[in-house]
C-alpha cells in the first residue's frame, strides 16, 4: 500500500524530517502552504498578538492555504507532520484536513518540537476529518535513521489494517 506524506514546516524543521520519512518509505510527499507565508514576527510565540499565537488562541482560526492541491484520494495511509505549536497541531493542519475528504483513511500524526510532545493533536484535529482514524505516532525530532523510520511507519501502518 503507497503511502502519502503531507507536512507543514514554518521553519524548515519538519520538512527535513517529512523528507527523510517520505523516503524511508517510498511514499509521495507534499508540502501545506499557507497563502501567507509565516514571518519570524508571526512565529514569536513570546508575542501574544503574533500571528501564531493569535491563530492558536482562537480554536476557530483557518489559515487560508495556498492551494488544495493534495492528491489524497489515491491514498489510504497518510502521515501527517507539524511543528508543535501550543502542545498541539497548528490549526493550519485543521485547515488543511477541512479542505479534503479523509472518510476511511488512517491518518498518521507525526511531529517536530522543541520540547514538548505530540499533546492534545489527535483530539483537536479529529473533528476536522469526519469517518477518517487519526492516531497519534511520534516525535521525529534529531537525526533518525531511514530504517528506523522505516520500521516505525511499518509498524504504525500494520496496526491500522
Given at each position: 500500500?503507497k ?5 507543514f514546516?514554518a ?6 524530517a ?5 523516503k ?17 514576527a ?7 498578538r ?6 492558536m488562541n ?6 487560508a492555504?495556498?492551494?488544495t ?5 489515491g ?6 507532520g507539524?511543528?508543535?505549536?501550543w502542545?498541539?497541531a ?22 517536530t518540537?522543541?520540547?514538548s510532545?505530540l ?8 473533528p ?34
Amino acid at each position: 500500500m503507497k503511502a502519502f506524506v503531507a507536512y507543514f514546516s514554518a521553519t524548515g524543521t519538519t520538512a527535513k524530517a517529512a523528507r527523510t520519512l517520505a523516503k524511508a518509505v517510498g511514499a509521495d510527499l507534499y508540502e501545506i502552504k499557507p497563502a501567507i507565508s509565516y514571518t519570524s514576527a508571526d512565529l514569536n510565540w513570546m508575542d501574544k498578538r503574533s500571528r501564531s499565537s493569535m491563530e492558536m488562541n482562537d480554536k476557530h482560526s483557518r489559515p487560508a492555504l495556498a492551494d488544495t492541491d493534495a492528491p489524497v484520494a489515491g491514498y489510504d495511509v497518510i502521515f501527517l507532520g507539524f511543528p508543535i505549536w501550543w502542545y498541539m497541531a497548528p490549526t493550519i493542519i485543521n485547515s488543511f484536513l477541512e479542505s479534503y475528504d479523509f472518510s476511511g483513511k488512517t491518518i498518521i500524526l507525526f511531529a517536530t518540537s522543541g520540547g514538548s510532545g505530540l499533546g492534545k493533536s489527535a483530539a483537536g484535529l479529529r473533528p476536522s476529518a469526519p469517518g477518517a482514524r487519526i492516531v497519534d505516532g511520534r516525535l521525529l525530532n534529531g537525526r533518525l535513521s531511514e530504517n528506523e523510520l522505516k520500521s516505525w511507519a511499518e509498524k504504525m501502518n500494520l496496526g491500522g489494517n
